[in-house]
């Protein structure tokens, strides 16, 4: 066994680990980090958030040579679906991106180490290497940044062939007759819109009466209405309670939440999408005393730190949304918190979006959440029928809303559910990091024609003044 000296060893390089190293390897800290697989980029760049995006990029093109164009004047003839070539082009996006962070690793002068990573006490990682040769690695502080894996049914075991998670879900080989979606959350309405476009007759089974958890009942209204329209189906306040296979289909048992009927549907393949745990497992948190809640989530306190001086916990593993953005945002503060610096984190201003067609993309409060906290609120609320830009795309489907504090004019919350969602949230989160109202909004220059003018009229809408509808 060799042993190196560092300041900070991060586990875990998904977007909270690697930007946690970058920003301590900024601050003058000797940074390594230790992966367990071959390449960079944790869930969210391998399995996660890139492929999944490629994917849903690559079907709504293919959707829309077949349904779109004509009306724009461009005939194509026969459309055909070139599987192989769609899938290589996720995997080239996903290379070029985890070699992305290869070349970071470099620049900023992390060391990387590729193997599976056990905290031995505070102060020392042992990383056991696929050739079974172990090392062990000695610094000041220890970052957890381990993420999250899918939850596994008992009755729905994965073989990532006919019971798919969704990393399954990302390489299927064919596209499947039917297919069946054990989840209405972010991940199954994304893929389960992916394969449905891509020609798979697919059925979204959801234990609660909503689809997307708690994102605004209005906006989820709309997207449901868009999927139905291009032929998914969907069964709420249903649960599924066990599952056999029958010949080269899978046969699942449902039954409903309300009235307590009970029936059957087979499909080529079922994806379960029923959320995510906190991956722990063998990082020696129960030898050394690293505390975890009741969902296993690793125990912090307000630094990030855990139950052990020394060892610090961020992302997926620890409480809070399961989020990217949310955690690369807490790795840096924990960065800067080790140099002494004040990092912080506003856990209201954290956004939310789905990647279907249409979007749906939210930050803060919706007006149920907002109301249950004792608010007075005040919603503006602005089509995308109303929209020049929207029009001349083509797509008018959704709206945004903005949800303000009816006595400050503080805005709480917002939820956009149209074309490029996502990227028109932007505007609001930044306003709400800074303590903005609708009316700063509503004074705000935006360019003509931009999808971006939703946000602005919305903004009018508190106060009861939108100009264009």
């Known amino acids: 066994m060799s042993e190196t000296q560092f300041d900070l060893i991060v586990i875990g ?5 690697y930007v946690g190293a970058i920003r301590a390897a900024q601050l003058g800290m000797k940074t390594a980090i230790v992966e367990k697989d071959k390449t960079f980029g944790g869930t969210c760049l391998n399995v996660g958030c890139i492929p999944s995006k490629a994917l849903l990029e690559s079907s709504e093109h293919y959707a829309r040579v077949q349904h779109d164009l004509e009306a724009h004047g461009v005939k194509v003839g026969k459309v055909e679906l070139d599987l192989k070539t769609l899938l290589a082009r996720k995997d080239k996006v996903v290379q070029q991106n985890t070699q992305g962070i290869s070349f970071l690793f470099k620049k900023n002068k992390i060391t990387p180490y590729t193997g599976y990573g056990k905290i031995l006490g505070a102060g020392r990682v042992e990383v056991t290497k696929d050739d079974g040769s172990k090392e062990v690695l000695s610094t000041k ?3 957890i940044a381990t993420g999250s894996v899918p939850s596994e049914l008992p009755f729905l075991k994965f073989d990532e062939k006919k019971i798919v998670s969704s990393t399954g879900a990302l390489a299927l080989s064919a596209v499947p007759k039917t297919m069946i979606v054990v989840g209405g959350g972010v991940i199954g309405l994304e893929l389960g819109s992916v394969w449905a476009r891509l020609g798979s007759e697919v059925t979204v089974v959801e234990y609660t009466d909503r689809l997307g958890g708690t994102m605004d009942v209005d906006c989820m209204n709309v997207l449901k209405k868009v999927m139905e329209k291009e032929g998914v189906k969907f069964l709420l306040s249903t649960k599924v309670y066990a599952s056999r296979g029958e010949g080269k289909n899978v ?6 939440v309300k009235d307590g009927s009970k029936g059957t549907l087979k499909a080529d393949v079922v994806l379960v999408s029923t959320g995510r745990r906190p991956f722990s497992a063998g990082l020696g948190c129960e030898e050394i005393g690293v505390k975890k809640d009741a969902q296993g989530r690793i125990e912090i306190d307000g630094h990030f730190q855990t139950s052990v001086p020394g060892i610090y916990a961020i992302g997926d593993v620890v409480r809070g949304p399961m989020l990217a953005h949310k955690a690369e945002e807490e ?7 080790l140099a002494g610096k004040a990092g912080h984190v ?3 201003t954290v956004p939310s979006v789905i990647y279907t067609h249409p979007e ?4 803060g409060l919706t007006e149920e959440q907002a109301k249950a906290k004792g608010f007075e609120v005040a919603v503006g609320k602005f089509p995308f029928l109303a929209n ?3 029009r001349a795309i083509g797509f008018t489907e959704g709206f945004a809303k903005i949800v303000a504090d009816a006595k400050t004019d ?25 303590g903005g109202s609708s009316e700063d909004l509503a004074r705000s220059f935006h360019a003509h024609p931009t999808l971006s003018e939703v946000i602005r009229e919305a903004a009018l809408a508190v106060d009861k003044r939108a100009r264009q509808a």
Not at 331 to 337: F, M, N, P, S, W
């Open 13 to 17: 390089s998904g977007p909270g680990g």
């Open 331 to 337: 790795g840096v503060a924990c960065a800067e918190l």
């Open 360 to 363: 749906i993309a939210s930050v």
């Open 346 to 348: 506003n856990y209201d």
């Open 141 to 143: 502080n220890i970052m």
């Open 388 to 390: 020049g830009r929207a």
């Open 410 to 434: 503080r805005i709480l919350g917002a939820h956009i559910v149209g074309p490029y969602a996502s990227e028109i949230l932007g505007e609001v989160t930044v306003a709400m990091e800074f």
């Open 251 to 256: 046969e699942i048992d449902y039954e409903s």
